[in-house]
């Protein structure tokens, strides 16, 4: 039950994270992502100048997008894990009910990991888009996807932060 809270409270600070991304551009802060849908959406004003800089953000915008498979990997992984906790003790061999919990908490965490991997490398996609902008247009667009805010509270899980 604690570990469930604990990881509330992370999900609950990563979204809220998520919301707030912010760019310096002329003095004034610009939200970056428009929605959990469209991240990077806020900086499309300004790299729409820059034909490199539209073609990485249209990249980064498409790899971010849901795919079947990883959203099939954690339903099948929560399957598993809840006909695990609701299966008798007498079960045996791949229906056995430690089997069934076990293999469905390792299906859910490594779907986790490989989208929280996934989605740390395509911010580099969006931080080459700024760059390329910046080299050759103005004003400049001051942003970091891998800088966090230095007032966040919340639990560290040995994660860093990637919006």
Request: aromatic residues 12%; positive net charge.
């Amino acid at each position: 039950m604690r570990v469930l809270i604990l990881f509330l409270i992370f999900f609950i600070h990563e979204a809220k994270a998520t919301c707030s991304r912010t760019a310096i551009i002329n003095y004034q802060e610009i939200l970056v992502d428009a929605g959990s849908d469209k991240k990077g959406e806020g900086l499309r004003f300004y790299l729409d100048k820059d034909p490199l800089s539209k073609k990485l953000l249209n990249k980064y915008q498409e790899e971010n997008k849901p795919t079947f498979l990883r959203a099939s990997t954690s339903t099948i992984g929560s399957v598993l894990l809840f006909a695990g906790i609701l299966q008798p003790n007498e079960s045996t061999g791949i229906q056995n009910k430690n089997t069934l919990i076990y293999g469905g908490s390792l299906l859910i965490a490594l779907s986790y990991l490989t989208s929280k991997t996934m989605a740390y490398s395509n911010e580099k996609i969006l931080e080459e888009a700024v760059d390329q902008y910046n080299k050759r247009n103005s004003p400049r667009i001051f942003f970091s996807p891998f800088k966090g805010n230095d007032n966040d509270n919340g639990l560290g899980f040995g994660f860093t932060q990637d919006f």
